[in-house]
């Protein structure tokens, strides 16, 4: 029985050690976490296009099947202009696009009976030979069929929302019939470019806020709760295209292992391609062909006509294509919300509130497991003697391989996760081999790490002593990646930083070594009195506390006293975490004194 307390007493203090250590690192992980925002902006577009890779084998196209892009590009300008009488060469519509083009657009459109149509064309100057009464007749066209139409303007509080005056009243004043809705449709850009986040409720002020235009499509005339769509929207962009023959879009699919190579090799641009996510369809073919599969991309739908024009500023970049129109924003985002509804994915912003502590808490889950996971590999080492692949001095053969096996499971899960999605998705094959890929691998390095490497050629032992070592070493960034993807399933938060978090991981790696270094030093008693000095200060400053109402006067004395409490206290942790320092590394330490 005495052996036995004696045991649970070592074991007891061992894990007060190991938990007084990860609380250390977290605590430093989260404090970089969460002050250094400008490497998660460097970040973000590689995490943007590996979490989308994962997230988009489950994002379902039950949005994209219910909105169409019809985009007037700018061969249009040519393919729509009829011949030149005179010497019968192609012509070429004027730019800006005239409104007789749009009112004959819009009387197809018609024919077609859409759901909505959202026009994204602003109109705001008035044009010799523009007819402002055609472009509005065609206009209350669509609204007498029960189609409700919304003309965008970047400019929501100004008179008229910006747009020309005799959109609203004619010459002499007298107010027209309005039969349109004005939609704000202003975006900004990340620090980096990149259009991450759409505001559902834009406007010039708090109390000026309007539904904007994909949230004032998906409503279609009901009432919603603005408070619901308060949040901005952490816009979640497809990054697989449409089927060819449901779209104008010339893209092809890309499969997930072709993504990965691109990724791998050329970085996170390398997936960017003019490959926009929604179904997509030429005001060319719109005019010019009656076939069922323009009819399906039509009837029925969100309908959001915009322009792709050289030289004009209407392009944007997304995290996961190049350079794209405008207009495929709104559309993205509406396909959000019709996948989404109010809980679509919110823009992650870290405060006390009580509707923002789940973001918190999510932040300090995924640091918490990585830390928990960085800590378990740094065990695995400990347990070998030394690193040039010396073999165990600790453990047995079956008790390496359960920790193996065990620091190797995200690779397994993260596999699962996304084989499932390929599975979902229609590539059954590929998600079969991709599972035994990641199988093999695993096995092959288990085998190489603990005993079993004896049984391999010499050859294959090197390749996979390498290869097991850097599975385990690595494993928490396949761990970032489960643990973000699941996130992003779960709860309404938009695609989590991962490579954020795996860096700073990795930074923390590099503050244990240093912590580790310390504690050695202080345990052979070479700061020990420095840091008993500072004890001496921090009372030292407590005490001058009662000469602050001679000095200064009464009045400061309060804040002065809080001030050298706050400096002797903060003085008093950092040296007591020190003095600590050799207790908490104490397994690190004693092996090494071992191994020396």
């Given at each position: 029985?005495?052996?036995?307390?004696?045991?649970?007493?070592?074991?007891?203090?061992?894990?007060?050690?190991?938990?007084?250590?990860?609380?250390?690192?977290?605590?430093i992980a989260g404090v970089m976490f969460f002050s250094l925002k400008g490497v998660g902006e460097t970040l973000s577009p590689w995490s943007q296009a590996t979490v989308s890779l994962l997230t988009n084998l489950y994002y379902p196209e039950s949005g994209r099947d219910q909105v169409t892009v019809l985009l007037f590009r700018e061969q249009d300008l040519s393919s729509l202009a009829p011949r030149d009488a005179q010497t019968g060469l192609p012509g070429k519509l004027p730019f800006p696009v005239p409104y007789a083009t749009h009112v004959e657009t819009l009387n197809a459109l018609g024919n077609r009976s859409p759901r909505a149509v959202l026009i994204d064309f602003s109109f705001i100057d008035v044009r010799a030979g523009d007819n402002v009464e055609e472009l509005l007749e065609a206009i209350c066209e669509l609204a007498d069929q029960g189609i409700p139409v919304y003309l965008a303007t970047f400019y929501f509080w100004q008179p008229y929302h910006g747009l020309r005056q005799d959109l609203f009243a004619n010459a002499a004043g007298k107010a027209r019939r309005r039969c349109f809705n004005v939609v704000p449709v202003a975006y900004s850009p990340e620090g980096n470019g990149l259009v991450q986040t759409y505001s559902l409720l834009q406007g010039g002020g708090k109390n000026s806020l309007r539904p904007s235009a994909a949230l004032s499509l998906y409503a279609d005339g009901q009432a919603l709760d603005p408070a619901r769509f308060s949040d901005r929207m952490d816009l979640i962009w497809g990054a697989l295209p449409p089927r060819p023959q449901h779209s104008d879009s010339p893209c092809q699919p890309v499969s997930l292992l072709q993504s990965a190579m691109r990724l791998a090799k050329d970085g996170p641009r390398a997936l960017e391609r003019d490959c926009p996510y929604s179904n997509t369809?030429?005001?060319?073919?719109?005019?010019?062909?009656?076939?069922?599969?323009?009819?399906?991309?039509?009837?029925?739908?969100?309908?959001?006509?915009?322009?792709?024009?050289?030289?004009?500023?209407?392009?944007?970049?997304?995290?996961?294509?190049?350079?794209?129109?405008?207009?495929?924003?709104?559309?993205?985002?509406?396909?959000?919300?019709?996948?989404f509804a109010d809980d679509y994915k919110r823009v992650a912003e870290h405060s006390?509130?009580?509707?923002?502590?789940?973001?918190v808490a999510a932040d300090a889950?995924?640091?918490?497991?990585?830390?928990a996971w960085y800590m378990l590999i740094s065990r695995f080492r400990?347990?070998?003697?030394?690193?040039?692949g010396v073999r165990y001095t600790q453990g047995t053969c079956w008790q390496q391989s359960?920790?193996?096996?065990?620091?190797?499971?995200?690779?397994?899960?993260?596999?699962?996760?996304?084989?499932?999605?390929?599975?979902?998705?229609?590539?059954?094959v590929y998600a079969v081999a991709q599972g035994v890929l990641v199988v093999l691998l695993l096995v092959f390095g288990g085998l190489a790490i603990d005993e079993g490497r004896e049984r391999l050629p010499v050859p294959l032992r090197k390749?996979?002593?390498?290869?097991?070592e850097k599975l385990v070493e690595y494993g928490w960034v396949a761990l970032m990646a489960l643990l973000c993807s699941v996130v992003f399933q779960v709860w309404n938060f938009g695609p989590r930083n991962f490579w954020a978090f795996a860096a700073f991981l990795g930074f923390t790696q590099l503050i244990d070594r240093h912590l580790l270094r310390l504690a050695g030093e202080i345990k052979v008693s070479r700061l020990r009195k420095k840091l008993r000095f500072s004890w001496l200060k921090a009372g030292l400053l407590l005490a001058g506390a009662g000469v602050m109402p001679y000095a200064f006067g009464v009045s400061s004395f309060f804040v002065g006293l809080l001030a050298v409490h706050m400096t002797a206290v903060g003085l008093a942790?950092?040296?007591?975490?020190?003095?600590?320092?050799?207790?908490?590394?104490?397994?690190?330490?004693?092996?090494?004194r071992g191994g020396s």
């Open positions: 029985m005495p052996k036995f307390l004696l045991r649970l007493r070592r074991l007891s203090v061992s894990w007060f050690s190991e938990l007084a250590r990860w609380f250390l690192l977290c605590a369809l030429s005001v060319y073919s719109l005019w010019n062909e009656s076939s069922d599969e323009v009819d399906a991309l039509v009837r029925d739908k969100y309908i959001l006509y915009g322009g792709a024009f050289l030289g004009t500023d209407d392009w944007l970049r997304s995290p996961v294509h190049g350079t794209i129109p405008g207009v495929y924003l709104h559309a993205m985002a509406l396909d959000n919300l019709l996948v006390l509130s009580r509707d923002r502590l789940g973001v889950a995924i640091i918490g497991f990585g830390v400990r347990l070998r003697g030394g690193s040039g359960w920790r193996f096996a065990g620091l190797t499971m995200p690779y397994l899960f993260l596999s699962i996760f996304a084989g499932g999605g390929l599975w979902l998705a229609g590539s059954q390749i996979g002593l390498m290869l097991g942790l950092l040296a007591g975490a020190a003095l600590l320092l050799p207790w908490i590394y104490r397994n690190e330490l004693n092996q090494a």
